[in-house]
């Protein structure tokens, strides 16, 4: 119990903590001291974090997590404007440092351990000065990354829901893994590809990612039926039940990923006429599971017609 507990404040506060690192760089960003009433978007988290502690089982749901889902709520506007801030000001942006290699990485340390020798003013005063002084997109890029991490971590430490096994748990978050690879790449070099004469395609390409983030909530892809729960008999009436899990995966790939993210790519290339070897690779392999999804869609109509 004790071990649940920390796990639940543990998780809900790193979500907390990389909330309000995003509404601090909006702040920065903007010069503007109104956006920190973003982090009203927290309260509803904290409202959830005070409830489920009061709760003697501190389970999530099965199908559903509020903790996850308000994080994204509490996140995705501080991306929002980000992504815009850094699309309309690309040519205008001042010098910075960029993080693409050991040497900035490095140079970027030692600046901070110059500061740090001189006080904890100074060290504050200089943590904030090196932290501005990283380039945007690397700030957004470094938010992207740690919110699809913490998803996935958020989940591992987040209480099991009753009914859901480790064995279950375990699928689960290896789907995380390769939807947060999938997400994260197509939001950094889609976004990359839009040129400054179409800026309604930055609108479009991070309204297709928040709807993909939205699939993280939700857990229908959690296997909660077993082949030994059902008899011979009723093989024909169970099938659909037995593969629900298949068929959910399926529908989120369809209508949240892949095919979202087809379109996007498809629109990049035959519209806007943005043609490199990533694009075209990544648009055929988004195609090649639309495609192979539909064929697993029609193996399972086959199979429960056969055994109808």
Same mark, same amino acid.
């Given at each position: 119990m004790i071990v649940k507990f920390i796990c639940a404040v543990v998780t809900r506060s790193l979500f907390l903590l990389i909330s309000l690192i995003g509404v601090w760089r909006v702040v920065w960003v903007k010069n503007n001291a109104l956006y920190w009433f973003?982090?009203?978007l927290y309260l509803p988290l904290v409202v959830e974090m005070i409830l489920t502690l009061k709760r003697k089982k501190l389970q999530d749901y099965k199908w559903f997590s509020p903790a996850i889902?308000?994080? %994204?709520?509490?996140?995705?506007? =501080? $991306?929002?404007?980000?992504?815009?801030?850094?699309?309309?000001?690309? *040519?205008?942006?001042?010098?910075c440092d960029k993080l693409d290699s050991s040497e900035n990485i490095k140079s970027l340390l030692?600046?901070?351990?110059?500061?740090?020798?001189?006080?904890?003013?100074? %060290?504050?005063?200089?943590?904030? =000065? $090196?932290?501005?002084?990283?380039?945007?997109?690397?700030?957004?890029? *470094?938010?992207?990354q740690t919110l699809l991490i913490l998803l996935v971590i958020g989940k591992w430490l987040l209480p099991v829901a009753g009914g859901v096994t480790?064995?279950?748990?375990?699928q689960l978050l290896l789907l995380f893994v390769g939807t947060a690879a999938d997400i994260l790449e197509f939001t950094s070099e889609t976004l990359l590809?839009?040129?400054?004469s179409s800026p309604s395609m930055v609108y479009v390409i991070l309204g297709v990612w928040t709807w993909s983030m939205f699939q993280f909530p939700l857990h229908l892809s959690v296997s909660s039926s077993r082949p030994d729960e059902y008899s011979e008999g009723d093989q024909g009436v169970s099938l659909l039940a037995r593969l629900?899990?298949?068929?959910?995966?399926?529908?989120e790939?369809?209508?949240?990923?892949d095919g979202p993210f087809l379109v996007v790519r498809l629109t990049l290339i035959l519209y806007f006429h943005v043609i490199h070897q990533m694009l075209i690779f990544f648009a055929i392999k988004n195609f090649l599971v639309v495609i192979l999804n539909f064929y697993r869609l029609f193996a399972i109509y086959c199979d429960y017609k056969a055994s109808g």
């Open positions: 973003l982090t009203i889902f308000l994080f %994204l709520i509490s996140i995705i506007p =501080s $991306l929002w404007i980000l992504e815009l801030h850094h699309q309309q000001n690309k *040519a205008t942006d001042s010098r030692n600046m901070w351990r110059g500061n740090s020798t001189n006080g904890s003013e100074t %060290l504050l005063q200089g943590s904030v =000065s $090196l932290l501005s002084s990283v380039c945007a997109n690397d700030w957004i890029l *470094a938010l992207h480790r064995d279950e748990l375990s590809d839009v040129k400054d629900r899990t298949d068929i959910w995966s399926m529908v790939s369809l209508f949240v990923q």
